[in-house]
């Protein structure tokens, strides 16, 4: 394979002096070198043809047997030495201490038209950081992981990428609902693409154990190849990159409201420091609008990490990282500022994505209200989230709310439920919505392709994830491609794919996979 290597992160930061990788604490180094399980018998399910053109190289190549045993851990590139990242994190709110990569092994970077991109074999194997678990990863939640990320790129949302999909031939032990009753599941291997994996623990990790030399080296590190439009190391830079990192992290859950789409394990290990949505775990796609869902069992008590609380837990996050890197600033008023105006930007941003949502090209003082009484409806009625914006478009300007009502009907779950009441407050909205839509000049046509351009028309739901895992368990990959062709474009109608256009099946609803899902993958 012809892939040019770099080697940046190993040979600029700190490596842990002890090589083999058995489960410890490991202090002021920011990665552990490590040697990659060799699985028993790779087999190439899937790839992504896109992120294989980024890397450089070519259909055929991917054929190669070189391919999959390069990228299942089988086989290492020649000049580049895996490596696990190390970093600690708050998980559900508590201080969780150290964690690292403790199933992620980053092969090395690769340059490619002027671009350097990690790639990260996730479920290859145990590494320092594996603590009590084994290392691997199940095919299950690495087609949903390989899945999700191209479809959140295809969206339009900043994520990592995936190449690839491989089956390692080894059998992989888990209880699913940690119940008591584990199983033996497919093993997998993907490997995920991103300009970089570092997060905001990678720099609480360092924090916290008062070894202020390395967190400035990676800092710096950090500013240097990610954002370079910050020239400086010194005070004055690292606010600047707080305040970088603060509007990617806003700019990315925006993203994340606007589609519907809930992480499910917002811990501050799972914050990339670049803004992209990473860790697909037991993350879920909002089916009838709740703002109180999350998919993830383990957080079924206190739903921390449901749709609606994502913008506040991602500031809480950033007061996290605000305390890393104060001692590098030793001035608590500007974070605080940073971290003070976050709420404020992220209500204008949210606005602003919900006017498009809505097809608003303009702005008005009541807008903010239209939006609420909206999502209070959505919620109401049980509504599909993904199926009431693509319809809303459909709408003509000079209909009554009665016809424009009509037009949605079909995205309520309950169906039967939406009797006198109810109706009333959506023909109130219509009205409201109405009224607005005739002051504004765009025609209807205008306002259909710029809303059909910001309301996806197919979504990765839950089920859809589910039922390719249940073929693939079976060896039956179409599903997979299929899935990941159609997610390539979301945002156009495909009518030989209409019936993925459609509510949640009656049988996913409280099914484990579909709207329940742990965090054993
Ligand atoms: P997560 O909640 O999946 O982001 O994982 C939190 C931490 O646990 C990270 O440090 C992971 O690397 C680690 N981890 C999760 N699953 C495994 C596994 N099967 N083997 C080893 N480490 C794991
Ligand atoms: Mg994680």
Same mark, same amino acid.
């Given at each position: ?312 837990? &991602?500031?809480?996050?950033? #007061?996290? +990282?605000? /305390?890393?890197?104060?001692? %590098?600033?030793? @001035? *608590? =008023?500007?974070? !605080? ?115 059909? &351009?910001?309301?996806?028309? #197919?979504? +990765?739901? /839950?089920?859809?994830?589910? %039922?390719?895992? @249940? *073929? =693939?368990?079976? !060896? ?46």
């Amino acid at each position: 394979m012809n892939l040019k290597v770099n080697n940046r992160f190993i040979a600029e930061l700190p490596a842990d002096s002890n090589e083999t990788n058995v489960p410890r604490q490991v202090k002021n180094a920011c990665f552990s070198y490590v040697i990659p399980r060799i699985p028993s018998n790779p087999k190439l399910i899937h790839y992504t043809e896109e992120v294989l053109k980024l890397l450089g190289l070519s259909k055929e190549e991917a054929q190669s047997a070189e391919f999959k045993n390069v990228f299942s851990g089988k086989e290492v590139l020649t000049n580049t030495r895996p490596y696990s990242m190390s970093y600690a994190g708050h998980q559900f709110g508590n201080w969780a201490g150290q964690l690292g990569d403790g199933r992620a092994i980053i092969l090395t970077e690769i340059e490619n038209d002027q671009q350097t991109y990690t790639l990260q074999l996730k479920g290859a194997g145990l590494t320092p950081y594996s603590r009590g678990a084994d290392g691997l990863a199940v095919l299950r939640s690495s087609i949903r992981e390989h899945l999700c990320s191209e479809a959140m790129f295809h969206l339009g949302v900043p994520t990592t990428r995936s190449l690839s999909l491989i089956l390692t031939g080894d059998q992989v032990l888990r209880d699913v609902m940690y119940d008591g009753h584990p199983d033996y599941e497919k093993g997998a291997v993907v490997c995920r693409v991103a300009p970089s994996f570092i997060r905001f623990g990678n720099f609480e990790l360092f924090a916290s154990q008062n070894d202020l030399k390395t967190l400035k080296t990676l800092t710096d590190f950090t500013v240097k190849y990610h954002f370079p439009e910050i020239k400086e190391t010194n005070k004055e830079s690292y606010i600047q990159f707080f305040q970088e990192v603060a509007n990617k992290t806003r700019e990315m859950i925006v993203h994340w409201q606007r589609v519907g789409f809930v992480h499910g394990v917002m811990n501050t290990d799972n914050m990339s420091i670049l803004g992209l949505t990473i860790d697909y775990g037991p993350y879920g796609w909002l089916e009838d609008y709740n703002p109180n869902w999350t998919p993830n069992t383990t957080d079924r008590e206190n739903r921390r990490y449901r749709f609606g609380n994502q913008p506040e837990i &991602a500031l809480w996050n950033l #007061y996290q +990282l605000a /305390n890393a890197l104060y001692p %590098l600033i030793e @001035e *608590a =008023a500007p974070l !605080e500022s940073i971290l003070n105006s976050f709420q404020n930007n992220y209500e204008v941003d949210y606005d602003n994505m919900m006017r498009n949502k809505l097809g608003l090209f303009t702005k008005e003082e009541n807008d903010n209200q239209l939006i609420h009484l909206l999502t209070d409806n959505l919620q109401q009625t049980e509504t599909d989230m993904t199926i009431f914006f693509r319809k809303l478009s459909q709408i003509k300007k000079t209909e009554s709310e009665q016809d424009a009502f009509y037009h949605i009907t079909d995205s309520f779950y309950k169906i039967n439920e939406v009797k006198d009441q109810l109706k009333e407050t959506w023909l109130y909205w219509f009205t409201q919505y109405l009224n607005r839509l005739r002051q504004e000049e765009a025609t209807d046509a205008d306002r259909k392709k710029a809303m059909d &351009a910001v309301n996806p028309k #197919y979504v +990765l739901r /839950n089920y859809m994830s589910q %039922l390719a895992i @249940e *073929a =693939a368990e079976k !060896e039956d990959y179409s599903l997979i491609e299929e899935l990941h062709l159609l997610l390539k474009n979301p945002y156009q109608e495909q009518p030989q794919s209409e019936k993925w256009f459609a509510k949640r099946p009656d049988w996913a609803r409280e099914k484990i996979g579909s709207s329940m899902l742990s965090c054993s993958s």
